[in-house]
């Protein structure tokens, strides 16, 4: 009797959550903060509170690099998944035979690990006889391409690989929006004298519109939070030229052991993912 | 009709992007030596073979690897639902203050990358000791599922009339009775696409075992074939591609078999937040 009493009290079903997001979330959060004003080092224990990593951090000119370089990868992978999302997701909304197929095969991408799609797209990307990218190349009347290898080449690649990846989910929400339009909207536009052209531009896309809104947002913190496939096909360079805001996080951390600098991005990179919740969920309040 | 042609080459081209690469390494994971330096390259194998991924199992602790993660996606799973469901629970059937701000927050959560909290966690776990430790690991896995799986699960909840439950409570039912006798049984389509987005996600999960995990016997299929890349010679890419054909065939098998539920689910999630 006792328990179904304890039962009603809404918090109690909650516990394991907050205790497991405290203990994981919340307490490492406000540990990366802490360490941000210290000089802290990986396999060192003593440590003075500074301002310096952050006078560091901001003054040096890598950190400009790096946002330029994740602005990059973040801009054209968004932009591409979006326009390539939405127009699978046209396609697959005719419904021809074969559909389903496309649906397969888009979340197939979707799936597969970004450490695997990284170490495959090395493989195409590669020179020799099997990088097969580049045998597409030579086709066309082209030297070969050193897709990893240039600083904006190996930029080029890993957006390449990565708008593969990220296509298919883009293009499988955007199908959801599409189905939801009610069919009557397209039906009195036919009877207007409205051609295919007027309607995607005055039907389509304002309806789709918020679905797009969402999907910019989700898109780019996805996108902001990559660092496998970029890790397993550049490692981050050549030099730092593929280096987003995520890899230089974990390089500063675990390469140079320096806990202080790596804290000091990662704070950069919980302000900016705050920034864009911020926006989603008010794209969202507004939606319902 | 022409319409119809044009919406099926369009078909052909979106499924050739999406389906190429994973294609070409099948391709070059059947191929032998010799095959892999002829140029120009083709498609289909010459005289398919299984030995690259003998070689692989053989020579590799692929099986270890496989094994491995298959443990971590286990457990994560139930630890994620026994977690989720409850809190689902508590944000689809109670009333409270702030509720809409404690969800707000779980979504907060989400955005954060593994990378951000992977820095403590692995000072911590240093000094625990639990460097290594599969417990702590897995630990952290349900950690980043949870805020997904919870709004994911709620979702499901809410779908439920409340009609439901008030004649289940008239009939003195507890609330954990409820749950487990009408909620629960109920739900089940939203608990399996939960049990499948986090196995997907356990499945691919690189950076955590990557700082956490340096006993090469411990590691995951993701962490593994970074070491397998490595330790094959360029000449070896027939390896590789088979290694990676490997890791990426339980995700692709998942995706055709449960196609409907993932878009639906994906989807669902998503309009709802």
Do not use: C
């Not at chain 1, 301002?51 to 901001?58: A, C, D, I, L, P």
């Not at chain 1, 991005?265 to 319902?288: P, Q, V």
């Amino acid at each position: 009797m006792k328990s179904g009493k304890l039962l009603e009290r809404w918090w109690i079903w909650l516990i394991p959550m907050v205790a497991i997001l405290g203990i994981f979330y919340l307490y490492p959060l406000l540990n990366v903060f802490f360490l941000s004003f210290t000089n802290s080092e990986i396999g060192r224990n003593d440590f003075v509170f500074t301002f310096s990593k952050y006078v560091n951090v901001f003054t040096n000119d890598e950190l400009w690099h790096v946002l330029k370089v994740t602005f990059l990868f973040v801009g054209f992978s968004v932009v591409f998944q979006l326009i390539l999302g939405l127009f699978t997701a046209m396609l697959i909304n005719q419904n021809q035979f074969g559909a389903t197929f496309v649906k397969v095969s888009m979340i197939s991408a979707w799936v597969v690990p970004g450490i695997i799609t990284g170490v495959v797209w090395k493989i195409m990307y590669s020179s020799s006889n099997w990088g097969v990218i580049n045998y597409f190349v030579k086709l066309l009347g082209f030297d070969s391409i050193p897709f990893l290898y240039t600083p904006g080449w190996a930029l080029f690649s890993v957006t390449l690989a990565n708008i593969w990846r990220g296509t298919g989910f883009s293009g499988i929400m955007q199908y959801a929006a599409l189905r939801a339009i009610p069919e009557q909207l397209y039906e009195a536009a036919s009877i207007d004298g409205a051609n295919s052209w007027q309607k995607f531009w005055k039907i389509t896309l304002p309806q789709l519109k918020p679905m797009l809104l969402i999907n910019v947002i989700l898109i780019t913190i996805y996108t902001f939070n990559t660092y496998d496939s970029v890790y397993a096909l550049t490692r981050g360079g050549p030099g730092n030229s593929t280096t987003v805001l995520s890899l230089i996080t974990y390089k500063s951390v675990f390469k140079y052991l320096d806990l202080g600098t790596g804290s000091v991005y990662a704070i950069l990179m919980i302000g900016l993912s705050a920034t864009f919740t911020i926006i989603y969920s008010r794209l969202m309040k507004k939606e319902n | 009709m022409i319409k119809k042609i044009f919406v099926w080459i369009g078909y052909a081209i979106v499924s050739l992007f999406f389906l190429f690469p994973v294609l070409w390494v099948f391709s070059l994971s059947l191929k032998t030596k010799a095959e892999l330096f002829e140029y120009p390259p083709t498609l289909i194998p010459k005289s398919p073979t299984f030995d690259n991924f003998r070689n692989v199992f053989q020579n590799t602790s692929m099986w270890r690897y496989l094994f491995n993660s298959f443990e971590l996606v286990v457990f994560t799973v139930l630890g994620t639902l026994l977690v989720a469901i409850p809190a689902g629970y508590a944000f689809s059937r109670f009333r409270f203050k702030n509720k809409q701000k404690y969800l707000f927050l779980v979504l907060v959560f989400q955005m954060i990358s593994p990378v951000i909290i992977g820095i403590p966690i692995y000072k911590y776990y240093a000094s625990l000791g639990l460097i290594n430790n599969y417990f702590g690991l897995v630990m952290v896995y349900i950690a980043v599922q949870i805020p997904f799986t919870t709004f994911l699960i709620k979702g499901g909840f809410d779908a439920i009339p409340k009609e439901f439950d008030e004649a289940a409570r008239i009939d003195g039912a507890t609330r954990f009775q409820l749950l487990r006798k009408i909620i629960i049984p109920v739900s089940l389509p939203s608990i399996a696409s939960a049990t499948i987005f986090t196995s997907i996600n356990a499945w691919s999960q690189f950076l955590l075992p990557f700082i956490l995990i340096d006993k090469e016997k411990m590691f995951p299929v993701s962490v593994g074939i970074l070491l397998t890349q490595g330790n094959y010679q360029e000449i070896s890419t027939h390896f590789v591609a088979a290694a990676s054909v490997i890791s990426l065939v339980p995700a692709v098998l998942m995706v055709i078999f449960l196609q409907k539920f993932i878009i639906k689910s994906l989807t669902a999630g998503a309009l709802k937040g």
